[in-house]
């Protein structure tokens, strides 16, 4: 029998023990219920498809969880966690199988949220925007400690973690069961087969930072994949000159870019593209994004020339030998490290085509060291690369050693990148685990001055 399509009233008040219980469907307008580590409210009904929506406010660094299909210990949870992005998992996470690390709301202030359950599929929103879109697959993977986390019936609960979370107008909407979510277009992951979904059960953080809108790629098209894949995605433009794709060009581009992206569960990142950027643009315009990178992939050569050595074209040895041209590229390394106030070194590592296959011949010890101690100063993270599987996974163990933390980044060129297969290979060789990845709470840039160490032929 279908569940008829009515939103139920509060019937009734348990009482008041050491922990109270309230069996809740639709809360009086107006009411607040308050959410402690020492409070727990449930709707008392068997609830399958269904939608709740409401309110909530979170005080600095409270935390409670919305648990649904649940008997107190079965069913999913969604976290109510705000603040800075500083690798706890933020709200609207679907705790332990798509969990995110920025939230779209912020502490102190009333935010709007939505959790629906239609059949196999669940959708949170966050102030209007969807922020997971999960499909439960036949054959789902959990952990032992997460067996019971599946699709079921049950009754809503919300739960206290620590501080006050406060919600109200909270409305459940009992739903058909035939009810099914028509942005469920993406199929479903087959997690036993899936590496995120691991990643995702042990708490690891599991971010993209190195994502561009090219190539096809869209805003919406890289936001569905994000959720469907698992992946948090930090999205970034080129911001500088010589780049493949959209490329901004000052201050003004860059606000309105951010406008565009900033609304979206992305992370929101920049590149510093070619060498002038820290010329072209104001660090307040660049400081609104969440992190910054750069990468040593175009220099100033022996010759003064700018010089992008992922081209061919533009690779110029003009007598000098490749170990002395490889000397060069680390010389700039340095130099952009020590003086290019970025958060990530992006495309670490990286050398011309054409030495690629000597790539543990050129990159020795000493040279090596040198890019560290720069790194290390200045408390740079280093991107791990899956689109060229660098750094070498020598190197990612040589810094894990130095204490250095990682980021992962694609650097796609269009919409058909893959699923950070060289990260998980370093997770699983280099024995890299949660603590050793960066967040943009870590980042010192808006400290270090700009120093334009370069000067350009016209």
């Keep these: 029998m279908n569940r008829p399509n009515i939103k139920h009233r509060i019937t009734r008040i348990i009482g008041y023990l050491s ?19 020492e409070t727990k409210w449930v709707a008392g009904n068997d ?19 919305l648990l649904f299909h649940t008997d107190g210990e079965s069913g999913y949870e969604v976290l109510f966690r705000n603040g800075m992005m500083d690798g706890s998992r933020k709200t609207g996470s679907l705790s332990t199988i798509r969990n995110l690390y920025r939230s779209l709301a912020k502490d102190n202030e009333w935010f709007d949220f939505k959790v629906s359950v239609r059949g196999k599929n ?50 459940i909407t009992p739903l058909d069961e035939n009810a099914r979510n028509e942005n469920d277009t993406l199929p479903a992951i087959d997690e036993q087969n ?6 995702q059960q042990q708490n690891f953080p599991v971010i993209d930072y190195h994502v561009h809108l090219k190539g096809g790629l869209t805003k919406e098209m890289a936001h569905a994949m994000s959720m469907n894949y698992g992946i948090n995605y930090g999205v970034a433009p080129n911001a500088g000159e010589g780049g493949v794709g959209r490329m901004l060009a000052n201050d ?46 175009t220099i100033m050569d022996h010759k003064n020339r700018n010089s992008r050595i992922y081209r ?18 680390v ?9 290019e106030p970025a958060d990530i070194f992006a495309n670490p590592t990286y050398i011309p085509e054409d030495m690629q296959a000597d790539y543990d011949k050129y990159w020795t010890d000493e040279r090596i060291y040198r890019v560290l101690d720069v790194m290390q100063e200045h408390q ?37 990148f893959g699923k950070l297969e060289y990260c998980i290979l370093a997770i699983e060789e280099c024995g890299i685990t949660a603590d050793d990845i960066w967040f943009p709470s870590m980042s010192i840039r808006q400290t270090r001055p700009v120093i334009i160490y370069n000067t350009f032929n016209q």
């Design 122 to 171: 669940i959708a949170v929103q966050i102030n209007g925007t969807d922020v997971v879109c999960y499909t439960e697959p036949s054959n789902p993977y959990r952990i032992a400690e997460y067996r019971k986390r599946l699709i079921g019936h049950g009754d809503i609960m919300l739960q206290g973690k620590q501080g006050t979370v406060k919600f109200q107008n909270l409305q």
């Design 312 to 329: 061919k074209e533009e690779v110029h040895y003009d007598g000098v030998s490749k170990e002395q041209y490889m000397e060069q590229i």
């Design 252 to 297: 003004q581009e860059v606000y309105e870019y951010y406008d565009e992206v900033q609304p979206l569960p992305f992370i929101c990142g920049v590149q510093g593209e070619g060498r002038k950027w820290t010329s072209t643009f104001s660090q307040n315009a660049l400081g609104i994004f969440d992190y910054l990178f750069t990468d040593a992939m």
């Design 47 to 65: 609830y399958h498809n269904f939608e709740l929506q409401g309110q909530a406010y979170t005080e600095k660094d409270a935390e409670a969880t």
């Design 194 to 199: 899936d590496a995120i979904i691991r990643l």
């Design 331 to 339: 010389d700039q390394t340095v130099k952009i490290l020590a003086n």
């Design 380 to 416: 740079i993270a280093l991107e791990i690369n899956p689109r060229y599987m660098i750094p070498s996974l020598k190197i990612i163990r040589m810094a894990k050693e130095r204490g250095l933390k990682f980021v992962f980044g694609t650097n796609n060129v269009d919409a058909n």
């Design 19 to 37: 922990v109270c219980f309230i069996f809740i469907a639709c809360t009086p307008k107006g009411s607040i219920i308050t959410i402690t580590p």
